[in-house]
């Protein structure tokens, strides 16, 4: 296709403000989708996403468009919404040239929504307004449309009003698309050079890559480079998506599609990497590297182990396999004496977490059990070491540990002005640093602070919500590490430390931390024949303990009448075996599984 007939565009949104549906609108009006094989949310491609109703995988779709009599190719990538995927959201921004700002009319702009929108600005794509859900009854079109107009400066009449559920708008926003979003201005004429912005294993094909091509034309049958990881493969095949895998002779210069690279291994396809011709690449030169690749970095760290000791080798080939669809997914092995083999995973955040620990168990039958997740902190030692640490099982003990780092971001927090308090109180219990608050109105406000990383990702965003009955949002983004007093706390449970449990944590933080995870535990764990001590300790100091009685098996129920002291025997004869099966190890607590989802998840309350 004639590169002036191609739109390359995305859309941005804030999570559940009805990206998904919108583009399964566009599907269906330019007959991509028959409407009768259309299954709500096409896009969306993993059963989690669609159960859960978030967007976690971006899957291209073209589409034809006919208008005043011209075909065009409008290339959609959708984008993930959640506050993990910041990274994936940049990439696809990098591969087209417009963006819709999808904003909930009921809603109004988000911290998701101006947190892609300046990721979008940066990238200098064309912006379309949206505003969405007119259908429904509390839509408040005029003051939405004013917050929208206030932050992008556009005029009321460019603001599109849609409704992806009942289709109203969707025929002007493809009008738009063509008018507004620049054609690609890449040459065909130049070596072959495309960005990866995502990539995917797939059983039969093995890896293929997601990609925009800038310049050239790449045919079947060549041989590739990847200029970042260089690595070498070949096109086995070339083609786009509709969504599905549609085969094509070449793919040129403008153009958003795929390629199967011929290559099984996992660590060579990396989003951002640029994909050029093997021919082009000599001694002296070889094609410039398309910018904006940075090394996804992963905000979380925790340790997954395979719940049966032998499946070491299993799970690691299904975190090879994630890894390769999840460029954000890091995995080094560790060792743990009471976990085993398995692997430190690095990931975006708490939800990011939660998908990878679903993927290994739908698509690859894995139990696992994680480890408290926690940031990375910077260390320096006394003999003047410095270490990034990854696992409390990597913290230095106290005498050799000089000083220690944690990672801070900056945060927006977009809320209606009556959930300001509530907010606050949160954000300061976090140990968050006020900066400023900005009004878009008199009813909102966004309140920007300094948090320790650490206090955002595991269930800020959860309490966040709850204190303002839902109202409030958050992005957030990192900014760099400040000095801060970091321990590690154990967990001993029956005396023995148990090692999923061991965190590292903020001194002010591990006694209220240490107390509500011994009450979880307390809550949670079953009763044995003995008592079941429980205690946070920090180095040698108990900061937080709890017990759970014994329950005590009748042992004397069939005595009818008789001597007191024949009930006394036997009461004693029973300590004393409970006394040799706890030294015998007999008694060691068996810790449930669901036990530990409860722990890490905070649900304390
Ligand atoms: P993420 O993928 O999680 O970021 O969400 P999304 O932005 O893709 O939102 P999605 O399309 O899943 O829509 C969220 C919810 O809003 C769903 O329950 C939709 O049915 C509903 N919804 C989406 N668009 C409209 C609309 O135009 N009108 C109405 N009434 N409901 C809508």
Redesign the pocket.
């Known amino acids: 296709m004639d590169q002036s007939r191609i739109r390359n565009f995305c859309i941005i ?12 609108r566009l599907l269906e009006v330019t007959g991509t989708v028959e409407s009768r094989k259309m299954k ?2 096409m896009l ?1 491609t993993m059963d989690l ?1 669609r159960e ?4 976690i995988k971006l899957q291209p779709a073209r589409m034809k468009y006919v208008q005043g009599g011209e075909e065009y190719e409008l290339n959609l990538i ?1 984008t ?3 506050v993990d995927f910041g990274y994936e959201v940049s990439r696809s921004l990098a591969a087209v040239e417009g963006a819709l700002l ?1 904003v ?1 009319s009921t809603q109004g702009v988000q911290a998701q929504t101006i947190a892609n929108l300046y990721l979008a600005i940066e990238q200098d794509l064309t912006i379309i307004p949206v505003l ?5 009854p509390n839509a408040e079109v005029e003051r939405r449309a004013e917050e929208i107009i206030r932050l992008i400066g556009c005029t009321r009449e460019d603001i599109i009003l ?5 289709g109203v708008g969707v025929p002007e926003i493809l009008e738009r698309i063509v008018k507004d979003v620049p054609s690609p201005r890449g040459s065909r004429e130049k070596p072959f050079r495309a960005l990866i912005f995502d990539s995917k294993y797939d059983e039969y094909k093995g890896v293929v890559a997601y990609v925009r091509a800038v310049d050239g034309v790449l045919k079947k049958n060549q041989k590739i480079h990847f200029l970042a990881t260089q690595a070498d493969g070949d096109t086995l095949e070339v083609g786009y998506l509709k969504p599905q895998y549609t085969t094509n002779e070449l793919m040129e210069a403008g153009e958003i599609g795929y390629i199967v690279t011929g290559l099984k291994d996992i660590g060579a396809v990396r989003v951002g990497d640029t994909i050029v011709l093997k021919q082009d690449v000599t001694p002296e030169s070889k094609p410039e590297q398309l910018p904006g690749y940075k090394e996804v970095k992963p905000m979380v760290y925790a340790g997954i182990f395979p719940r049966e000791g032998n499946e070491y080798e299993r799970l690691r080939d299904a975190l090879m396999k994630l890894r390769l669809s999840d460029a954000a997914l890091s995995a080094e092995p560790e060792h743990s004496k009471a976990l085993g083999f398995g692997f430190r995973c690095g990931m975006l955040g708490m939800l990011h977490l939660e998908i990878v620990q679903e993927r290994l168990r739908r698509e690859h039958n894995m139990e696992v059990v994680v480890t408290t997740p926690s940031v990375a902190y910077e260390v320096t030692k006394t003999d003047g070491t410095e270490e990034v640490i990854k696992s409390p099982l990597a913290f230095p003990d106290a005498n050799h540990l000089a000083s220690s780092r944690e990672p801070w971001v900056t945060t927006d927090i977009v809320c209606p002005t009556e959930y300001i308090g509530n907010v606050m109180q949160l954000v300061q219990d976090r140990r968050g640093v006020f900066k400023t608050t900005d009004y878009y109105d008199p009813t909102r406000a966004v309140l920007h602070y300094d948090m320790p990383l650490s206090s955002v990702i595991v269930d800020f965003h959860d309490k966040l919500k709850s204190v303002s009955a839902g109202y409030a949002s958050l992005s957030y983004e990192f900014i760099g590490y400040r000095t801060a007093p970091i321990v590690r706390m154990d967990i001993m449970v029956a005396e023995e430390p148990v090692a999923a449990f061991a965190t590292l944590i903020h001194e002010d933080e591990a006694y209220r931390r240490g107390k509500e995870i011994v009450e979880t535990l307390k809550d949670t764990l079953p009763r044995a024949q003995f008592v079941i001590k429980l205690q946070a300790t920090v180095g040698a100091k108990i900061i937080a303990s709890e017990r759970i009685a014994a329950f005590r098996k009748d042992v004397t129920g069939y005595l009818y009448g008789g001597d007191v002291t024949r009930k006394m025997k036997l009461l004693e004869k029973q300590k004393k075996g409970k006394k040799r099966m706890m030294s015998m190890g007999v008694g060691s607590v068996e810790i449930p599984p669901d036990t530990f989802i409860k722990v890490l998840r905070r649900n304390t309350k």
């Open positions: 949104a804030h999570i559940d403000h009805g990206k998904s549906t919108l583009s399964d709500d949310q969306d996403e859960r109703g978030i967007t959708d993930p919404g959640h999808l909930d969405n859900k007119i259908d429904l849609a409704s992806g559920k009942t």
